[in-house]
């Protein structure tokens, strides 16, 4: 017997034996999703030893010429045309010279091919026109996102016969199609494939002829496009009671594409998602007869919908939702500076309290981190990596952190931002943020079960292979298989546990940094978390096993600790891609030292509450043997930090890209805050010289000689229009309710009060 067949026999075959018991086997459902796109940077950072060579190497998401004239023309001129305001309180709908305007610039086709007639963009540009769009108006944002996103164009690209790709393609791209895409029903919402809608296999009448083909019945709901859609895509499970196709009854998940001019489909009412009015409602499909031809991919498809759907999430999570959330937070905290910067309590501009300064530091660090992880996202979509684990980090910390944003703009602008009307800025942003936070995988879900958990198996070095192993049906394969990989998981273990050791005893001195990186502190933290997380998933994993699917909070947390380290070193590479700019570095300090809080917060929660306390011990020894660090960014960095966004300068360009400022609109509230932010800063040594001589006045001021005429006139202008910002909207009782007429019939004493119209003293725009 030689030396491994003695291992595998005697010292493997009851860890085996051990592993199949407390493994839970993996279902269908979960193997497709696990499937489901591929391992990119994730891999390496489950090895605990991430090169961070490669990632810095990575080439920047970069625009084609004529996607960037696209970005210039179109994208601008479809901004100009939204009125986000009268959508919500008049139209509720884009309006129509909208939607041709979409139509006949292809905005629905970014995503397909340029030989079926469409714009044939790259991923990066697809995620700037969302991100852009999605600046101007959460509707119009949505209304480009969906086709271009999760639905029967992608699904046919990757999937569609070539009759399908012929006939859907040119008509999806042009937009004489609109299409939705329908998985969610009332039964299934998170889990999607408990769906209850059903096809039948049997024979009806198509066209006047008896055909095989499929019978449907579904109700699914909350879906976008829906009213307006002429062809969705359904998800649905199969049965073929009668066994017509020879394989069995239950099918499985599959897609078909159903022209919503079918008999039997009904469709047309609409949900109002949080009076963002964009269009959205529930389908029904009631007996429903098409050929089996209209199953998308044709016959060899069938029951593959979970793998198909999963696939396509695999990308799209990484594109729609966190460029929408990049134009949120660059939207916050650029307009966010400008107010705090504008408006003054206690004669003092508010940007100037440190209570303020607080979340407006945490606006710019949101903006640069979600914006630095979207750009190397969708570099890498480009490179043509469809990292599900990466995509589904994306989901989640970009949503939640365009809500952190939205918050906080919202609490610095006060009763600016509550006051609903076309004066405000930030309504819309805050209304639509649930909507983000729910679709594409509800983010309590996303960060609980995913994150981690499907990471642990995708992306951990070994761990997918043990598992298969593990469900082999052929026992002695197996064994021979989980013997071989456990013990490169062991040889593994201890190298990382080395490598924790090494890195945690010299506080982070000797972990790797990528060569002449210009902060080579913040990499070298980086790779010392990142063994000591590798550490921690392997430890967690060997003593929980398959209760670790229950075990949530740890999961999330230990999918915390994964983010960060991606997010995080999406934060440095966008240092160096940007070529080190000198002023953005304190930026970069907040932004690793809030992440590196965070890691070590979700490091202390996991230690505190691993059952296996030998195991949480040992990782303290090992990794952590002077306890977490983790210090909260000073307060000296987080002034600096919130300085940034108080003055007008090329850095705040930076930090806020292409996001649309009201350009080629004859008034846009963001036109006024960009112009009062302007002349507000420029009449600022006007305003020092009077404060000096303690002079609030101007009048009084230009009088006794303490400030020019010019600089009088200045300061006026300033004035007015840091006023005109100020204004909120306020509306005739009519125009409110309708019940305010009765009021006024029975001259109730405040409708003597209103006013006619508009209120004068609002200004108006
Ligand atoms: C505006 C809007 C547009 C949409 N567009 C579409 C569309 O075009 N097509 C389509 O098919 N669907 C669409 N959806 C559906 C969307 O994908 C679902 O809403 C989403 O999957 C969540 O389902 P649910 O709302 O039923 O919540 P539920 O599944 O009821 O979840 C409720 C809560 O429970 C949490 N939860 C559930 N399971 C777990 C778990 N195991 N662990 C921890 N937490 C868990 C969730 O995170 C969530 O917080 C849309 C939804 C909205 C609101």
Redesign the pocket.
């Given at each position: 017997m030689d030396l491994r067949t003695f291992r595998r026999d005697f010292i493997t075959r009851p860890l085996f034996r051990q592993a199949a018991r407390v493994m839970p086997p993996i279902s269908e459902t979960e193997r497709e999703a696990i499937d489901a796109g591929t391992v990119w940077w994730d891999g390496a950072l489950f090895t605990g030893d991430p090169d961070w060579n490669k990632l810095l190497a990575m080439p920047p998401a970069k625009l084609t010429e004529e996607e960037r004239a696209f970005m210039d023309g179109p994208v601008r001129q479809l901004c100009a045309m939204v009125d986000d305001w009268k959508i919500v309180w008049q139209d509720r709908d884009l309006p129509a010279e909208v939607w041709n305007f979409m139509r006949e610039k292809k905005f629905f086709g970014m995503i397909i091919p340029k030989k079926y007639g469409g714009l044939g963009f790259s991923n990066t540009a697809h995620s700037e026109v969302v991100r852009t769009v999605s600046s101007c108006s959460v509707v119009a944002g949505v209304s480009v996102m969906?086709p271009n996103s999760l639905g029967p164009g992608e699904l046919l690209m990757h999937f569609g016969t070539d009759e399908q790709r012929d006939y859907w393609l040119p008509r999806l791209a042009d937009g004489r199609e609109i299409p939705?895409?329908?998985?969610?029903s009332p039964d299934a919402?998170?889990?999607?494939a408990a769906m209850t809608d059903t096809g039948l296999v049997e024979y009806g009448m198509w066209k006047g002829k008896k055909t095989l083909g499929i019978r449907l019945n579904f109700h699914?709901r909350?879906?976008?496009l829906g009213p307006i859609a002429t062809v969705m895509g359904l998800a649905f499970k199969m049965y073929d009671p009668e066994n017509h196709l020879g394989r069995g009854e239950d099918l499985g998940i599959t897609v078909a594409l159903l022209p919503t001019s079918t008999p039997g489909v009904n469709h047309g009412e609409r949900h109002i998602?949080q009076f963002t009015y964009f269009q959205?409602g529930p389908l029904y499909g009631k007996d429903v007869f098409v050929p089996l031809d209209h199953i998308l991919g044709g016959e060899e498809r069938i029951g593959q919908g979970w793998k198909m759907l999963m696939t396509a999430l695999a990308a799209g999570r990484g594109i729609s939702l966190p460029s929408q959330s990049a134009a949120s937070a660059a939207i916050c905290a650029r307009t966010t500076g400008a107010y705090a910067r504008i408006r003054t309590q206690f004669n003092v501009p508010i940007g100037m309290f440190e209570g303020i300064r607080q979340p407006l530091a945490d606006l710019a660090a949101n903006a640069y981190l979600i914006d630095a992880a979207r750009r190397l996202t969708v570099a890498a979509l480009d490179e043509g990596h469809r990292p599900s684990v990466i995509s589904a980090i994306m989901k989640y910390h970009a949503t939640d952190r365009m809500r952190d944003s939205i918050v906080k703009a919202m609490d610095i602008h006060g009763g600016k931002a509550i006051i609903d009307g076309p004066r405000n800025y930030l309504g819309g942003q805050y209304r639509s943020v649930p909507?983000g936070i729910?679709?594409?995988?509800?983010?309590?879900?996303t960060r609980?079960?995913m994150i981690f958990g499907q990471g642990a198996i995708r992306s951990h070095p070994y761990m997918l292979e043990e598992l298969l192993a593990l469900s082999d049906s052929d026992k002695a394969r197996g064994l021979d298989r989980f013997d071989r990989t456990l013990w490169k998981h062991i040889g593994h273990a201890f190298a990382t546990g080395w490598r924790a050791f090494s890195r945690g005893w010299s506080g982070g001195r000797l972990a790797p940094a990528p060569e002449g990186a210009a902060m080579p502190h913040h990499w070298q933290q980086l790779s010392r978390y990142a063994s000591a997380f590798a550490l921690l998933s392997d430890l967690s994993l060997a003593t929980l096993g398959g209760a670790l699917k229950r075990k949530?909070m740890i999961s999330a947390r230990l999918g915390d600790i994964l983010s960060e380290l991606y997010l995080l070193g999406a934060v440095l590479k966008r240092f160096e891609d940007e070529g080190r700019q000198e002023e953005d570095r304190p930026i970069v300090d907040y932004v690793i030292a809030q992440g590196q809080r965070r890691i070590a917060a979700a490091f202390a929660g996991v230690l505190d509450n691993l059952p296996a306390r030998w195991a949480a011990v040992l990782v303290r020894l090992i990794a952590f043997p002077v306890g977490l660090p983790g210090n909260a960014p000073s307060d000296r960095l987080t002034n600096e930090v919130a300085e940034t966004l108080m003055r007008n300068s090329p850095q705040r360009d930076r930090l806020t890209p292409d996001i649309y400022l009201g350009e080629g609109r004859q008034e846009h509230p963001l036109q006024h805050l960009e112009r009062a932010f302007v002349l507000v800063e420029a009449a600022d040594p006007i305003e020092k010289k009077m404060r000096e001589k303690r002079v609030r006045d101007p009048e009084e001021a230009r009088d006794k000689g303490i400030i020019s005429e010019a600089e009088f006139a200045r300061l006026v202008e300033a004035k007015a229009a840091a006023a005109r910002v100020i204004a909120v909207d306020a509306f005739p009782m009519e125009e409110i309710s309708p019940i305010a007429a009765q009021h006024r019939q029975t001259k109730a004493p405040h409708a003597r009060r209103a006013a006619p119209r508009r209120s004068r003293t609002a200004g108006s725009t």
């Amino acid at each position: 017997m030689d030396l491994r067949t003695f291992r595998r026999d005697f010292i493997t075959r009851p860890l085996f034996r051990q592993a199949a018991r407390v493994m839970p086997p993996i279902s269908e459902t979960e193997r497709e999703a696990i499937d489901a796109g591929t391992v990119w940077w994730d891999g390496a950072l489950f090895t605990g030893d991430p090169d961070w060579n490669k990632l810095l190497a990575m080439p920047p998401a970069k625009l084609t010429e004529e996607e960037r004239a696209f970005m210039d023309g179109p994208v601008r001129q479809l901004c100009a045309m939204v009125d986000d305001w009268k959508i919500v309180w008049q139209d509720r709908d884009l309006p129509a010279e909208v939607w041709n305007f979409m139509r006949e610039k292809k905005f629905f086709g970014m995503i397909i091919p340029k030989k079926y007639g469409g714009l044939g963009f790259s991923n990066t540009a697809h995620s700037e026109v969302v991100r852009t769009v999605s600046s101007c108006s959460v509707v119009a944002g949505v209304s480009v996102m969906v086709p271009n996103s999760l639905g029967p164009g992608e699904l046919l690209m990757h999937f569609g016969t070539d009759e399908q790709r012929d006939y859907w393609l040119p008509r999806l791209a042009d937009g004489r199609e609109i299409p939705c895409f329908g998985l969610t029903s009332p039964d299934a919402g998170s889990d999607a494939a408990a769906m209850t809608d059903t096809g039948l296999v049997e024979y009806g009448m198509w066209k006047g002829k008896k055909t095989l083909g499929i019978r449907l019945n579904f109700h699914k709901r909350y879906i976008t496009l829906g009213p307006i859609a002429t062809v969705m895509g359904l998800a649905f499970k199969m049965y073929d009671p009668e066994n017509h196709l020879g394989r069995g009854e239950d099918l499985g998940i599959t897609v078909a594409l159903l022209p919503t001019s079918t008999p039997g489909v009904n469709h047309g009412e609409r949900h109002i998602p949080q009076f963002t009015y964009f269009q959205n409602g529930p389908l029904y499909g009631k007996d429903v007869f098409v050929p089996l031809d209209h199953i998308l991919g044709g016959e060899e498809r069938i029951g593959q919908g979970w793998k198909m759907l999963m696939t396509a999430l695999a990308a799209g999570r990484g594109i729609s939702l966190p460029s929408q959330s990049a134009a949120s937070a660059a939207i916050c905290a650029r307009t966010t500076g400008a107010y705090a910067r504008i408006r003054t309590q206690f004669n003092v501009p508010i940007g100037m309290f440190e209570g303020i300064r607080q979340p407006l530091a945490d606006l710019a660090a949101n903006a640069y981190l979600i914006d630095a992880a979207r750009r190397l996202t969708v570099a890498a979509l480009d490179e043509g990596h469809r990292p599900s684990v990466i995509s589904a980090i994306m989901k989640y910390h970009a949503t939640d952190r365009m809500r952190d944003s939205i918050v906080k703009a919202m609490d610095i602008h006060g009763g600016k931002a509550i006051i609903d009307g076309p004066r405000n800025y930030l309504g819309g942003q805050y209304r639509s943020v649930p909507i983000g936070i729910t679709v594409e995988g509800a983010n309590i879900l996303t960060r609980n079960l995913m994150i981690f958990g499907q990471g642990a198996i995708r992306s951990h070095p070994y761990m997918l292979e043990e598992l298969l192993a593990l469900s082999d049906s052929d026992k002695a394969r197996g064994l021979d298989r989980f013997d071989r990989t456990l013990w490169k998981h062991i040889g593994h273990a201890f190298a990382t546990g080395w490598r924790a050791f090494s890195r945690g005893w010299s506080g982070g001195r000797l972990a790797p940094a990528p060569e002449g990186a210009a902060m080579p502190h913040h990499w070298q933290q980086l790779s010392r978390y990142a063994s000591a997380f590798a550490l921690l998933s392997d430890l967690s994993l060997a003593t929980l096993g398959g209760a670790l699917k229950r075990k949530e909070m740890i999961s999330a947390r230990l999918g915390d600790i994964l983010s960060e380290l991606y997010l995080l070193g999406a934060v440095l590479k966008r240092f160096e891609d940007e070529g080190r700019q000198e002023e953005d570095r304190p930026i970069v300090d907040y932004v690793i030292a809030q992440g590196q809080r965070r890691i070590a917060a979700a490091f202390a929660g996991v230690l505190d509450n691993l059952p296996a306390r030998w195991a949480a011990v040992l990782v303290r020894l090992i990794a952590f043997p002077v306890g977490l660090p983790g210090n909260a960014p000073s307060d000296r960095l987080t002034n600096e930090v919130a300085e940034t966004l108080m003055r007008n300068s090329p850095q705040r360009d930076r930090l806020t890209p292409d996001i649309y400022l009201g350009e080629g609109r004859q008034e846009h509230p963001l036109q006024h805050l960009e112009r009062a932010f302007v002349l507000v800063e420029a009449a600022d040594p006007i305003e020092k010289k009077m404060r000096e001589k303690r002079v609030r006045d101007p009048e009084e001021a230009r009088d006794k000689g303490i400030i020019s005429e010019a600089e009088f006139a200045r300061l006026v202008e300033a004035k007015a229009a840091a006023a005109r910002v100020i204004a909120v909207d306020a509306f005739p009782m009519e125009e409110i309710s309708p019940i305010a007429a009765q009021h006024r019939q029975t001259k109730a004493p405040h409708a003597r009060r209103a006013a006619p119209r508009r209120s004068r003293t609002a200004g108006s725009t």
